[in-house]
């Protein structure tokens, strides 16, 4: 297409203009415990954007919101125009919004290409008659299908793993194909729970490397969770921070490293009382 | 489409074979029987195998599918053979394919497709709630079918009071006594043979096969590894769920129709009861949730387990062969040293192959006066106790089923060589991107 893998990232996304992602308010709680209260969120097309904050903070629960896994009681959610508060979690997939776990959600006893093509399922259509007739569009489908599944699993050098059962991968590499298999329903919006969570230093560069181009490739919205604060500033143009369920930061990462808030949920209350 | 059908032409040219082999009797009355039979058990298991092992839910109610079916299936043989012909025959008329035959087909499929019916008004409330629920509604179908077939009315003796019924004949099943009319002593005829089962297990096995090399067979299992995350890639759960479901209960309502014109059989309430449900899904559970081949090898070793331990004597000889199947399962299996899968594969096969040798020996033993009781009993007795401890052991030692998810045909994959590595080397990531990119990497 273009030289654009080399090219300078774009300057950091203002927070006006167009939302591709657009969430105003949400919020859950689970008995009292108020995991998530008035977030907002707003990704401009082609952003990468970071979601940090300690332990506990409540952005896996964020991204379970947008998901779907959880109904926010609160607010709502827009994504490229559609408000998708309320759909189910695979018309949110559908809708073009992809995901990651924290805790790696591989189908296990399938085999590394397998995961990928299911992935594409989303984008498919599956008559019964025509599976079972095995018609040649059907046909065709598939081959599509796998065909693009082993060029995801290139771009993750997952590719010589192909026909390998998913569990029996290495952690890092089970890792990254989640991602290929995220990637292979065709998202607008990826939402990467820590993704280098587990990988080593040279792994975590690579990983970064690969975030940026899949996000140009393909022209991406990114939403990234990370606790590895370098990989986070390094990459992203924007982050927000969760403490205790609720945003005390967004910013360039220049203007979180040096946000006193910030500094302060990380190191623990100076004043001690709690 | 012609590769479409190939397979289609293969199964009627196998069940026409069979069914040659029958009429030339070199299949003789005895094996006959136990070939049906067989067939119909591994149809059923394979059947089951669809919702509980691809998708992973617990439906213990399969033999209220199979009981819709099979009394369906009678329904429209029997009433129907009434009103066309007149009569019900006691053996089925002569010649290889007799018109009454072809009814019976029909009936099956009809029987199915009830069933199929009742899978979705099933199906599609309870498969929206958690996992355990399943479990309690299916056993709770089972038990309504058979307490509805006992409420039935006698059934109906000629074709005059058929046609005074009407559709209403459909309350006229026999209740409790079974498919059998009071006045005459006629109950359903025994259509089938090895023509029909063999047809419609392969075309059950076909069904399965390309389900799960397909976008849908993927998605069941991905339903049963991880729902949250099979909704996270788009694929709506409850469709899915209810999809295996129904299929599962077409195919168990077929298999009733062939078990309900089996000779031998008295299709009776109680056919849809706990204890059946019970037998097609130890098969299942032994030859392992998800695999097709492993479910057939052991729905067809559990048809064949008490036929063993009726005479194990006229199976021991067959230890030489059972002995070297197993003997390569294990040595092939010890030989493969990175392919876990493949290496399970060989092992279930061992396993297999050893069960009716050691069964037969167990058998023999039991039998003989003053070996482990005095006067020597007979192990068949104690077949209940036999497959709970079977399931207990599986549920220790390998929960997933002797083959898991896995296929004997893959054993193929051994004889393939592995591709090799990436000439790229190990940052081919901008070149694979560019590959992507430059066709198009959109929409499928
Ligand atoms: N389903 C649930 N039921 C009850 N409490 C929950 C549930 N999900 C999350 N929580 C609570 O909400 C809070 C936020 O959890 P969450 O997993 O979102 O944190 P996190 O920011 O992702 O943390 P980490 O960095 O450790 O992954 C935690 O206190 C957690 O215990
Ligand atoms: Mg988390």
């Not at chain 1, 599509?144 to 771009?155: D, G, K, N, P, Q």
């Not at chain 2, 059908?5 to 069979?18: D, S, T």
């Not at chain 2, 929960?399 to 045909?409: D, I, N, S, Y």
Request: hydrophobic residues 50%.
């Amino acid at each position: 297409m273009n030289a654009a893998a080399s090219a300078a990232r774009p300057a950091p996304a203002a927070p006006s203009g167009p939302a591709l992602l657009d969430v105003r308010d949400i919020g859950i709680s689970f008995g009292g415990l108020k995991a998530v209260q008035a977030f907002n969120l707003h990704l401009p097309r082609g952003v990468l954007y970071g979601l940090i904050g300690p332990n506990g903070a409540g952005k896996t629960t964020v991204f379970n919101l947008l998901t779907g896994v959880y109904t926010p009681m609160t607010g709502t959610i827009t994504l490229d125009g559609t408000r998708i508060e309320t759909c189910r979690p695979h018309q949110i997939a559908a809708a073009g919004l992809s995901r990651t776990f924290q805790n790696i959600r591989l189908f296990g006893e399938l085999s590394v290409i397998d995961n990928v093509r299911l992935g594409c399922h989303v984008r498919g259509r599956h008559g019964l008659a025509s599976t079972l007739l095995r018609t040649p569009g059907h046909l065709a489908q598939e081959a599509a299908i796998t065909r693009r599944s082993m060029e995801l699993l290139e771009i993750f050098d997952l590719a010589d793993r192909a026909g390998e059962q998913s569990r029996s991968l290495p952690y890092g590499d089970q890792r990254r194909l989640e991602i290929a298999r995220a990637l292979a329903t065709e998202p607008k919006v990826l939402l990467l729970d820590e993704p280098a969570a587990g990988m080593n230093p040279q792994e975590k560069k690579e990983l970064a490397g690969t975030i940026r181009l899949i996000r140009e490739r393909f022209g991406l919205t990114i939403l990234l969770i990370e606790h590895d604060m370098g990989l986070v500033m390094d990459i992203c143009e924007r982050i927000t921070v969760l403490d205790h369920g609720q945003i005390i930061a967004s910013g360039t990462p220049s203007q979180i490293q040096s946000n006193p808030k910030v500094i302060e949920a990380y190191l623990g209350e100076p004043g001690g009382a709690a | 489409m012609f590769a479409g059908l190939l397979p289609v032409v293969v199964v009627i040219a196998l069940a026409l074979g069979a069914y040659g082999l029958q009429r030339a009797e070199v299949i003789g009355p005895y094996w006959l029987n136990v070939l049906c039979n067989m067939g119909i058990n591994i149809l059923l298991a394979v059947s089951l195998n669809l919702v509980n092992g691809f998708t992973g839910q617990f439906s213990i109610g399969h033999a209220g599918f199979m009981a819709i079916g099979a009394y369906v299936a009678g329904w429209i043989t029997y009433y129907g053979g009434l009103l066309i012909w007149n009569e019900v025959p006691v053996t089925p008329p002569e010649g290889w394919f007799p018109p009454q035959v072809w009814l019976f087909a029909a009936g099956c499929v009809g029987g199915g497709l009830v069933a199929g019916l009742f899978g979705w008004l099933v199906g599609l409330p309870s498969l929206r709630l958690r996992g355990d629920y399943l479990a309690i509604v299916t056993l709770g179908f089972g038990e309504i079918v058979r307490v509805l077939l006992q409420q039935t009315g006698p059934v109906l003796a000629d074709a005059a009071a058929v046609k005074d019924a009407g559709l209403s004949s459909a309350m006229a099943l026999g209740g409790s006594l079974g498919f059998v009319s009071v006045d005459t002593g006629l109950g359903l005829t025994a259509f089938n043979n090895l023509f029909w089962t063999v047809f419609f297990l392969g075309a059950t096995i076909l069904i399965c096969y390309r389900l799960k090399q397909s976008s849908t067979g993927r998605a069941f299992l991905s339903v049963r590894e991880d729902e949250i995350a099979a909704q996270a890639m788009g694929i709506n759960l409850t469709r899915i769920k209810v999809r295996a479901f129904v299929i599962g209960a077409v195919l168990a309502g077929i298999g009733g129709g062939l078990f309900a014109h089996q000779s031998g059989n008295n299709l009776t309430p109680t056919d849809a009861n706990f204890v059946r449900s019970f037998d097609i899904l130890i098969p299942v559970v032994l030859g392992g949730l998800g695999s097709i081949s492993g479910v057939v090898l052991a729905a067809a070793l559990l048809t064949m387990l008490p036929e063993i331990l009726r005479n194990p004597g006229e199976y021991l000889p067959l230890w030489p062969w059972l002995g070297a199947v197993a003997a390569i399962g294990i040595g092939v299996g010890l030989a493969i040293r990175h392919r876990r899968a493949l290496r399970e594969v060989c092992f279930a096969v061992a396993i297999l192959a050893l069960a009716p040798v050691l069964l037969a020996l167990a058998g023999w033993a039991c039998k003989k006066p003053g070996w482990i009781t005095e006067k020597g009993f007979e192990l068949g007795e104690y077949r209940m106790i036999l497959f709970a401890l079977l399931l207990v052991l599986m549920m220790i030692l390998r929960p997933q089923g002797l083959f898991g998810v896995h296929e004997v045909w893959e054993m193929g994959k051994l004889f393939k060589k592995k591709p090799p590595k990436d000439p790229m080397g190990p940052a081919p990531v901008a070149s694979a991107l560019n590959s992507v990119a430059s066709r198009g990497g959109g929409r499928l």
